[in-house]
């Protein structure tokens, strides 16, 4: 799992994530903001809007993703640069 923290417009903290598959395919990519999770829309090599909203998340890795952007945030406070 990759994790990047991003600043929207607005200044709120999103987070941008990416999954691979065991074999090392690309697996899921979404953005994450206040512990709900959205579609990823690529729109450039780089950049890409939110989505509609995912309900149907399964727990196990949802729970999995916000421990890793909890643990992430733990060790490097409020800098989005790091």
């Given at each position: 799992?990759?994790?990047?923290?991003?600043?929207?417009?607005?200044?709120?903290?999103?987070?941008?994530?990416?999954?691979?598959?065991?074999?090392?395919?690309?697996?899921?990519?979404?953005?994450?903001m206040?512990?709900?999770?959205?579609?990823?829309?690529?729109?450039?090599?780089?950049?890409?809007?939110?989505?509609?909203?995912?309900?149907?998340?399964?727990?196990?890795?949802r729970m999995?993703?916000?421990?890793?952007i909890?643990k992430?945030?733990?060790?490097?406070?409020?800098?989005?640069?790091?």
């Open positions: 799992m990759r994790l990047w923290r991003h600043l929207d417009q607005a200044g709120h903290v999103k987070w941008r994530i990416r999954t691979w598959l065991k074999d090392g395919t690309p697996g899921d990519e979404y953005w994450v206040n512990g709900k999770f959205y579609e990823l829309i690529p729109i450039t090599e780089t950049g890409a809007a939110t989505g509609p909203l995912i309900t149907d998340m399964d727990d196990e890795k999995a993703v916000l421990d890793a909890a992430w945030e733990a060790k490097n406070g409020e800098n989005p640069c790091v």
